[in-house]
Each structure stands twice: as C-alpha cells, then as structure tokens.
C-alpha cells in the first residue's frame, strides 16, 4: 500500500475486534511516531500507549461516553513535554508537532491493516486524572487502535477547487 492509498482508505473506526494488537505491529505505528517531523526537531512528547480495560473502559467517561474507546484494544494518548514554545510563524509547536506525528501514526496503522479513530471529544483534565498524566502536560489527541469490525463508507469530501487556491487567499 502507497501513502496515497493509506490516506484514501483511512476511515474513523468505532466497532473493534476484540483481536489483540500484534505487538510488531504496535511498535511500528509507535516508531512512525518517532521519526515523523517536529519543529527544530525537538520532539518534545510522549505517547501512553494504554492496552488495561479498566484503564480504557474509565477513558469511556472522558471521552464523552463514546463506549468504543473501551471496545478498542488500544488507545493512544499525544501528550507534549512543552506547550509553551511559540513558532516563528506565531503558532503553538505542540499541537502541529502532534497533530503530525498522530496522522503519522494513523496512517502507517492503515498499512498495516488496523483501524483506528482520532479522538477530539474528550476531557482533557479526566484524562490526565486517570493516566496520572501531569498538569503542566497537554494532552491534544488521543485516537483508538485496533482491527476494524466494520466497515464505514466513504464521507462525502469538498471538491478540489472548493479547497484550493493559487498564488492569492479567494
């Protein structure tokens, strides 16, 4: 599968398996996290890979009650070592560094024939309260992780020349 593939057969799963994640597997969507681009490349984050029930089944509530965050095999929670750090260009580093090495992460799960789920519905302060993650930590996204056990259809998405445009914002 090219890259191109990868992100054209990318859907947001919310019905799981309840097949394990192989832990090759889960090693190699942990280590396209690691070699994926981050400001200066500083790598200011860490990822809580977090497989326990109990643990993902008390993630169910910060996330808004979204009951396949406990179906899952495998959440991922982005946090960064620095939110603080402002860009040249006037932006937080934080969650663009994540945000790539999240979609990174996702992508190279796709490949690999795992489905997963980003997730922006979630409280960040019960999250850090139930992984023990510090306060002075940001948590910016989370996504579920393992085999698909549906299969969504395609969404509908904005046409090219809605999206795009050349040498002047119209």
Known sequence: MDVFEAITERKSIRKYK???VEADKLETVLESARIAPSASNRQEWK???VKDQDTRDKLIGAANGQKFVGQAPVTIVACSTE???VMPC???AYPVD???AVSFMILEATELGLGTCWLGAFDEEKVK????I???IRVPAMFTLGYADEKPALRRRKDLNNIVC???YR
């Open 18 to 20: 309840k097949a394990a």
């Open 47 to 49: 990822f809580l890979v």
């Open 83 to 85: 939110s603080e750090r």
């Open 90 to 92: 006037g932006q937080y």
């Open 98 to 100: 994540l945000s790539i």
């Open 129 to 132: 309260e139930i992984l023990s």
């Open 134 to 136: 510090p306060k002075d």
């Open 166 to 168: 050349y040498e002047t």
